[in-house]
């Protein structure tokens, strides 16, 4: 199974990737270069032939709709996360990829009071931030290709994602994530959709992932059930 792991150049898709490569064969793709004795194409993600044949013969696209940067502008995160994040898309359909999985963030969430049980069905109140719009919107054009059955579509929104022992000590954060929970998760999803029916109507998921604690700001009941798996790294240790 190959499977193409956009923003390559993040900690979280170069965890991701470490995850897989054991399993898969793994394409990375970023709008900059990285260095990795991995498969790597650098794309902008444009609409053109580029774009295309990055997704030629891929199986599964894990796309980090969820990765800003500290030197990208308003303007471009926005950007990254519409036109391009389609582009993507519309050229994974077209190439007849089945799945995509868009990681996205449980920051959409924050305003709903801390007492509220949130989960996966709720709607979303993003704000005016571009990283948290972008994120918005790319769920948005993921579901709307998954309800044209166009793609498999699974999003999943991540908490706070940190290693564990570089927080050890400090204040807690309660909606942190170990970011190799994060890519077992990943790599457990992209399992479980190898096990599906290709002939059955395209579908759309959404699940939430983040520590599992008494002191947790979401649940990730769904997710752990699902498949059958529970955060390994805790922060018990954080004041």
Not at 25 to 52: I, K, Y
Not at 76 to 86: G, Q, V
Not at 160 to 167: M, T, Y
Not at 190 to 209: C, G, I, N
Request: hydrophobic share 40%; net charge negative.
């Amino acid at each position: 199974m190959r499977v193409l792991i956009t923003g390559a150049a993040s900690p979280l898709g170069q965890a991701i990737a470490a995850r897989l490569r054991t399993d898969y064969q793994v394409r990375l793709t970023d709008r900059e270069e990285v260095s990795t004795d991995l498969e790597f194409v650098r794309s902008d993600l444009g609409h053109d032939e580029a774009t295309d044949a990055l997704v030629q013969g891929v199986d599964a696209i894990v796309h980090l709709a969820y990765a800003p940067r500290p030197n990208d502008g308003e303007n471009d995160w926005l950007d990254i996360n519409s036109r391009r994040h389609y582009n993507l898309l519309l050229a994974a359909s077209e190439a007849g990829v089945p799945s995509a999985l868009i990681i996205s963030t449980l920051d959409l969430f924050q305003p709903y009071d801390v007492d509220m049980a949130v989960g996966e069905h709720w709607q979303p109140q993003p704000n005016t931030s571009p990283d948290q719009l972008g994120a918005h919107i790319a769920e948005f054009t993921a579901r709307e290709f998954a309800h044209s059955n166009a793609l498999n579509v699974t999003v999943l929104r991540l908490g706070h994602v940190v290693i564990s022992e570089e927080v050890a000590g400090q204040a807690y954060d309660p909606m942190w994530l170990d970011q190799r929970d994060a890519a077992h998760a990943v790599d457990l999803l992209l399992k479980k959709q190898e096990t599906l029916d290709p002939r059955r109507a395209r579908s759309y998921h959404v699940l939430h992932l983040q520590s599992v604690s008494n002191r947790a700001r979401f649940s990730s009941e769904r997710i752990c059930n699902a498949l059958e798996f529970q955060p390994q790294y805790s922060f018990e240790d954080c004041v």
